[in-house]
């Protein structure tokens, strides 16, 4: 009978496993009085929650108005960030984010964390081709085009299966069964797709962080340099030994 009722846990357990939620690792808070639009477009999108409806897809500036410990990185004020959080709404009033490594960030919609091999897709993707101009606070036709095009980029990474190789990526296909999987209809999915196809490992790496608050979207945001990613996760220690390794 013990026997039994071992094995009877043993598989509540492992029914339970998959569904816990792995508290990541807080590296410091930052508060965040409220958020306004960057350069951005409105898009139809499918997966993250959504269904087809049009959602804003673009760049975001973050009112950051104090932060402890890592969180004191980023000076008060403006900080461009990009949602990866669909099924969250952006900040308007004051909240404390918590700050984490970008492979430690955990969707409760997905039930996973972004994990190392996507937070490096993510890292390639804002060093190759991330524009300081789409938070700038003036933004032409092409800057929207392009700051919609990283968003949906970065959401076809933290939604979808990781493919065999950066070609696998494509924006206007749901490839991932299940509550995963993401496509965007409305923005210029040929620069998406191309700027993901690129990400082979040879490009530069941005160090990165994930802001993040239940209830709220959380963000992707850069490390302010020189900061070391040594600070915020093995995802970036992994970027600066490759970069060394290609300067070597």
């Known amino acids: 009978m013990k026997m039994y009722k071992l094995l009877a846990i043993l598989g509540i357990v492992a029914f339970l496993m998959p569904s816990m939620t792995v508290k990541a690792t807080t590296l410091g808070t930052v508060d965040i009085s409220g958020s306004v639009r960057g350069a951005n477009g409105v898009a139809d999108v499918y997966g993250g929650g959504y269904a087809g409806q049009s959602v804003f897809t673009g760049a975001y500036l973050l009112n950051k108005t104090s932060g ?3 969180g004191t990185l ?5 900080v461009s960030g990009f949602c990866i959080e669909l ?3 952006a900040p308007h009033s004051a909240y404390t984010y918590e700050v984490v490594g970008v492979s430690d960030a955990y969707s409760g919609l997905l039930n996973e964390s972004v994990g190392i091999e996507k937070s490096n897709y993510l ?3 804002w060093g190759r081709y991330y524009d300081p101009s789409w938070t700038d606070g003036s933004y032409d036709l092409p800057d929207n085009s392009s700051a919609a095009a990283f968003a949906a980029a970065v ?8 493919p065999a190789s950066s070609y696998g990526w494509d ?3 749901d490839s991932a069964p299940g509550i995963s999987g993401f496509a965007i209809d409305g923005i210029n999915s040929s620069t998406a797709n191309a700027w993901l196809a690129s990400l082979d490992g040879t490009g530069p790496m941005t160090d990165l962080a994930v802001f ?3 209830g709220n979207q959380n963000y992707l945001v850069a490390v302010p340099e020189p900061t070391t990613m040594l600070l915020l996760g093995v995802g970036g220690v992994l970027g600066a030994m490759r970069r060394k390794k ?3």
């Open 155 to 162: 959401w076809e990474i933290v939604y979808e299966d990781l």
């Open 212 to 214: 993040t608050n239940d």
């Open 68 to 70: 402890t410990s890592a």
């Open 123 to 125: 890292s390639e993707l």
């Open 74 to 78: 980023w000076d008060n004020g403006s």
């Open 171 to 173: 924006v206007t296909e």
């Open 87 to 89: 099924d969250e709404s």
């Open 246 to 248: 290609r300067l070597a």
